[in-house]
C-alpha cells in the first residue's frame, strides 16, 4: 500500500483469504453449506472483515497524514493492541448483567443498554435512547434511583481507566443513541442491520445506513468461492 501506486489491498485481501479457507478449510467441493474451519481459525474472516472496513485499509475520510499516522502505530504495537485496532472490543452494561462482552454488530445496540467501544484510537460510552431519556430526566441524581447512577457511572469508569493507561491517548466520545456522534459507534459495527434490509429493525434497536455488505454476506461469498 505504500509503495506500489496501483496496489488493491481489498482485492488482495480478499484473494488471500479465499486461498487460505479453500487450503485450510474442511468442505465437499461445490457445496458452500459443507464449508467449516477448525475453531481455532474460525474467527480469522471476521478478523479480515474488520481490517477490510478499517482506517488502515479505508483511506476516504482520512488525510494521508492520518492515514500514515494509524499505520505507524499498528507497526509499533504489540498483537493485543493491534487486534483491537483491527477488531474493536465492545462491552454491554445493563440492569440485567453486569459487564459483558458482545459482538461488534449493530444487533447489540438497545435502548435500555450502554455500550463501551474500545477502537484503540477512539474509546466510545454509547447510550441507548431510554438510558439517554432518563439521564436528561435527572433520574440519576435521584436516591431512589441509585441503581441507575452506579449504571451510568461504571462504563465512564472504565473508559476513563483505559485512556490513563494509553499512549497515544484516545479520543473518549460520549454519546447517545440517534445523536450526532453516535457515527463514531456505528462505523466499527458490523451492519447487519441496514437502511435497506428486509427485516425490520428491532424495538429499540438501530440500522446502520450504508451499503456495506455484513459479515454475514461476506461469509456466505467466501464459502462460495473457497470451495470451487
Known sequence: METEADFDPIRWLDKSLIHICSRFGDYQKDTP????LSPRFSIFPQFIFHLRRSQFVQVFGNSPDETAYFRMILNRENVANSVVMIQPSLISYSFHSGPEPVLLDVAAIAADRILLLDSYFTIVVFHGSTIAQWRKLGYHEQPEHQAFAELL??????????????????????CDQYG??????????????????????IPGGDIIFTDDVSFEVFLDHLQRLAVH
Open 180 to 201: 450526532s456522534q453516535a457515527r463514531f459507534m456505528l462505523a466499527k459495527l458490523n451492519p447487519s442491520a441496514t437502511y435497506n434490509s428486509d427485516a425490520p429493525p
Open 153 to 174: 457511572k461504571s462504563p465512564r469508569e472504565d473508559a476513563e481507566a483505559i485512556v490513563r493507561e494509553r499512549f497515544p491517548v484516545p479520543r473518549l466520545v460520549i
Open 33 to 36: 453449506s459443507s464449508f467449516t
